[in-house]
C-alpha cells in the first residue's frame, strides 16, 4: 500500500509519500514544489499519486537532489507524462542513464528507476518564474548530492544533508567527513526554513542543521582520538557505547548499520591523516 499527505507552507506545497508494508510505514519521502519546481520525485510506488497531486499545478522543470531510489523513482514518469525537464549534478546524470540497479529490498521498497537521461545542472544560480535559485553543491551523503537555496524566501531544500540532529546508522557509501564539510558549507547561508526531503523543519531549520553538525563533529573526534590510541572498529564501538542495530544490519547484508560510522571516520583518516 502507498500513501500520500499533502501538506504547505507559504509558497511551498509539498507531499510525504510513505510504502507500507503488512502494515507498517516502511519509507517516507517528500517532494516539493513552488514557482513551477518540482524538487525530488518521490519512490516509483507512488508514481500515481505524485501525478494526481501535480494536477492543475504549472510545472516548468524537475530537480532532484541526488539520484538515490526514493527521489528519482518518478523523474522518467513525469517527464513523460508532463512533458518537462529534469535536471541533477553530472555524476547522477552519469548513474540515471544507465538506470539503477538496486537490491530487492530496494525494489520493495521504492520500486524500480529505469535509464532516463537528464540536464546536467551546474552549480550556478537560475531562475524560475520568481525567484532565483542556488545549487549547492554537498555531497557525502551520495557524490551527486545538491542541496537547493532561495535567500529571498528564507529556504533550503536540503536533501538527504539533514535527516535528524543525530544519526545512529550509515550506508555504506556514505562518507562522514565529507558530510561535515557540506554541513559547514550549509550553515553560511542564509535560511531558517529547512525542506529536508525526509522531516522537514519549516522553523529554526539552520539551528536543526547546526546541531546535526556539532553532532558529527563530536562523534568524528570522539573516534579520531581512539583510532589514534590504536582501537580497532569493534573496540571503538565498545569504548563509545555505539548499540548496534543487528535487524538493520541483517536485512541489509551491512549495507546499513552503526559500524558504517566508526568505518566511515576511520577510512577518512587514513586518507586524510591530521595532527
Not at 502507498?2 to 501538506?7: C, D, G, L
Not at 524500480?112 to 555531497?139: A, C, G, R
Not at 525542506?195 to 523543519?201: E, M, Q, S, Y
Amino acid at each position: 500500500m502507498v500513501r500520500i499527505t499533502p501538506f504547505g507552507y507559504e509558497d511551498v506545497q509539498y507531499w510525504r509519500l510513505s510504502v507500507y508494508r503488512l502494515g507498517k510505514n516502511v519509507q517516507t519521502v517528500y517532494a516539493y514544489w513552488l514557482d513551477g519546481i518540482l524538487i525530488d520525485t518521490g519512490q516509483r510506488h507512488n508514481g500515481g499519486n505524485i501525478l494526481h497531486a501535480l494536477e492543475g499545478k504549472p510545472l516548468d522543470r524537475i530537480l532532484l537532489t541526488h539520484h538515490h531510489e526514493d527521489h528519482s523513482g518518478n523523474v522518467g514518469y513525469l517527464m513523460k507524462k508532463r512533458q518537462v525537464p529534469a535536471y541533477i549534478h553530472r555524476l547522477g546524470y552519469e548513474k540515471l542513464k544507465k538506470g539503477l540497479n538496486l537490491s530487492p529490498l530496494a525494489l520493495m521498497l521504492s520500486g524500480e528507476v529505469k535509464k532516463v537521461e537528464l540536464e546536467i545542472l551546474e552549480e550556478t544560480p537560475f531562475y524560475s518564474k520568481n525567484l532565483q535559485i542556488f545549487p549547492v553543491y554537498s555531497p557525502g551523503h551520495a557524490e551527486d548530492h545538491y542541496c537547493y537555496h532561495i535567500p529571498e524566501k528564507g529556504y533550503l531544500f536540503s536533501g538527504d544533508l539533514y535527516v535528524a540532529d543525530k544519526i545512529k546508522y550509515f550506508a555504506d557509501f556514505e562518507d562522514l567527513g565529507l558530510q561535515i564539510k557540506s554541513l559547514e558549507k550549509l550553515v553560511q547561508l542564509d535560511f531558517d526554513t529547512l525542506f529536508c526531503a525526509h522531516n522537514p523543519k519549516v522553523k529554526q531549520g539552520k539551528e536543526r542543521l547546526t546541531a546535526k553538525l556539532n553532532n558529527f563533529k563530536h562523534f568524528y573526534g570522539a573516534v579520531e582520538r581512539l583510532y589514534h590510541k590504536g582501537y580497532t572498529t569493534a573496540e571503538i564501538m565498545k569504548e563509545l557505547q555505539i548499540v548496534e542495530s543487528s535487524f538493520y544490519k541483517y536485512i541489509t547484508f551491512g549495507n546499513f548499520c552503526a559500524e558504517n560510522m566508526v568505518k566511515s571516520v576511520v577510512k577518512d583518516l587514513k586518507i586524510n591523516p591530521r595532527g
